[in-house]
């Protein structure tokens, strides 16, 4: 079993930064490629960012590209998205999720788990 903690989301202004956390239990952890999705309300949730258990590979949705990064520390068991230059449209609640299977890593319906969520709003 692998447990999941998103921390970091708040209010902020149009062009402001956050940086989100997701804490992990496990030893497995550095094992998994974790990912960054959101969902706004009344639709469905997308995929945001993700990263390779080495943290060498990277993906991003072009929405966020350029703006987001997302990082992880295996020896803290723990996975980052810097966000900078936030937009309105940003505004969602943020979830982190992991899993083993690097095939549609990006796909919603492909994660292991999943985090609790941590709401992000911006402001125009």
């Known amino acids: 079993q692998v447990q999941l903690v998103e921390s970091g989301g708040g209010l902020v202004q149009a062009g402001g930064s956050l940086r989100l956390s997701c804490a992990a239990s496990?030893?497995?952890?550095?094992?998994?490629?974790m990912g960054w999705f959101r969902q706004a309300p009344g639709k469905e949730r997308e995929f945001v960012a993700t990263i390779s258990w080495s943290g060498g590979i990277t993906y991003y949705a072009d929405s966020v590209k350029g703006r987001f990064t997302i990082s992880r520390d295996n020896a803290k068991n723990t996975v980052y998205l810097q966000m900078n230059s936030l937009k309105p449209e940003d505004t969602a609640v943020y979830y982190c999720a992991a899993t083993r299977n690097y095939v549609n890593a990006v796909v919603p319906g492909a994660q292991e788990y999943w985090g609790q969520g941590t709401q992000v709003n911006v402001s125009s």
């Open positions: 496990g030893r497995t952890f550095s094992r998994y490629r």
